[in-house]
C-alpha cells in the first residue's frame, strides 16, 4: 500500500492554477526530494498533504486517510518542518515540546522532551526561551517538535533556508538519524548537494506538475544537477512545442 | 550515543478538553511571562478612565448615567488591542500552522483561545473597576448586578473578538481590519451591556434590566454556536 497517493490533484487560488493534475505516489521508508524552481507550487502542495491548504480537485490519500475528509487522522501521522520554525518565542524549548506533545497526547511526555531535546542537542539549552535561540537551533528545536509525536510521515518543506554551514550539518545528522528509523520523508530544497546524499528519489515539479522522477540508483554520483536541469530544459522545450501549436492552429 | 526518535509507546489520540486546556497553558505561560498584551492592555484602558475623569466635570446624577459607557469604553478598546496581539503572537513564527497540524477538531483551537482571551479580558476589567470606583468616587459600582453583566458581556465581545481576530490575522491589514469587523458585529453587545450596567447602577428593579440580560445571554449563546461551526472555514486556506 502507498503512503501517499495523489491523483490528479489541482489546486486553484481565485482563477490561478497552482497544481495542474498532479500525481504522486510514495512507498512507505521512501525519502523523496521535491525540487523545482520558485513558484512550481512544492510548498502548496505540502500544505495540502498536510490538511492546511483544501485540494481544489483530485483525490488525495495519506497513510490511507482521504483528505480533507479524515484530516485529523492524516495530521496524526504527520511531522511537519517549514522554514518557518512553528515554535512560540515566549516559551522556553521544553515547553514548546510540552505544549505540542498535549496537543498530539504523547504518552510518557516527559522522558520524550528529554529523548527529542537529546537527539536535536538542546537538552542543556532546555529552559531558555526560545526567542534567544539562533537560527539553526530554533530549526534543531523544530525537528523534535515535528518528531515528538513519533509521525509515520515527516514533510520537510526547505529546512535549510537561512541557516548558516555549521547549523545545516547539524540538521544533517539529525534528519539522518530521523530518516534511517524508517519513516517516510517528503523534502524540499534547492539544496542538491545535500538533497543527493540524503534522498532515495527525486521528483522534479514545474509548473504544477510532475515533469520527472528517477531513484538514486539510477543516477550517477553528483549527477542530480545535470538530471534536474535536463527535466527543467526538455519541459521548456515541450511548453514551447505546445505553444507553437496553438499559435499554428489558430 | 544514539537515541531511537522512534517509540512504539507513543500513541496519538487528543481528547477534546485535554488539548484546549494545553491551548489556555500555553497562553497564559507565554503572557505570564512577557506580559506584552496585558501591560497594553492595561496602559491603555486606565489612560481612557483617567482621560474620562478629567474631560467630564460629573455631578452625582451624570455620573450614574455616564458610568456605564466609560466602563464599557475602556473594555472595548483594551479588549480590542488584547486580541490583535492574541492572534499576532500566532502569526509569529509561523505559529497558527503548528496548531492548526494538530490532530484535534479545530474548535478545540477557538475555545481555547476564547477562554485565554476571555482570562486577559478578567485581567483587565478587575483593576479597572478599582481605579473607576476610586478616580469617580462610586463604589456602588461593586455590586453583583454590573459584575453579571460585566461577565456576560466579556463572554460575548471575547467570542465574537476572538472569532474575527482570527479571521483578520490571515489579511495583511490585521491591526487595521480588527476594530474595522469587530465594532459593527459586537454592537448587540455593548449596548446591551451599556444598558443593563446603567439600569443596575440607577438600581431598577430587575423587570426593567431582565431584557438586557436576556439579549447578553442569547448573543453570547449565538455567537458561540457561530464560532464553533465556522472556525474551521476560516483558518482553512
Known sequence: MSMIKVKNLVKMFGLKTILKGMNFDVEPGE???????????????????SSLSMPSFGDVKVAGYQLPQHAAAVRSKLGVLSHQPLLYGDLTAEENLEFFGRMYNVNDLGKRIDEM????????????LVRTFSRGMQQRLAI???????????LLDEPYTGLDQDASGIL????RTIASEGRTVIMTSHDLVRTEDMASRFDVLSKGKVIASTNKKNISKNGLLAFYRDAIERSKIEEEEKKRDRKNKK | MTVKTRSKKVRVTTPFFKSMWAVVWKDLKAEGRSFQLLSAMWIFSFLVILIFNFAFELNIRERTNVASGILWVAFVFAGTLGLNRSMAVEKDRGCLDGLLLAPVD????YFGKVIGNLFFMFMV???VLFLFAVFYNYFEIFNWGVILVIVLGSIGYTVVGTFLSSMSAQSRSRDVLLPI???PVVLPVVINAVRASGNFLQAQEFMFVWPSIRMLIVFDVIFLALGYMLFDFIVEE
Open chain 1, 144 to 154: 523534535g517538535r515535528a518528531v515528538v509525536h513519533n509521525p509515520e510521515i515527516l
Open chain 1, 172 to 175: 544533517d545528522d539529525v534528519l
Open chain 1, 117 to 128: 531535546l537529546e537527539v536535536v542537542g538542546l537538552s542543556k539549552r532546555r529552559g531558555d
Open chain 2, 181 to 183: 469587523l469587530l465594532f
Open chain 2, 106 to 109: 479545530r474548535s478545540v483551537i
Open chain 2, 125 to 127: 476589567e478587575i483593576p
Open chain 1, 31 to 49: 525519502f523523496v526530494a521535491f525540487l523545482g524552481p520558485n513558484g512550481a507550487g512544492k510548498t502548496t502542495f505540502l500544505r495540502i498533504l
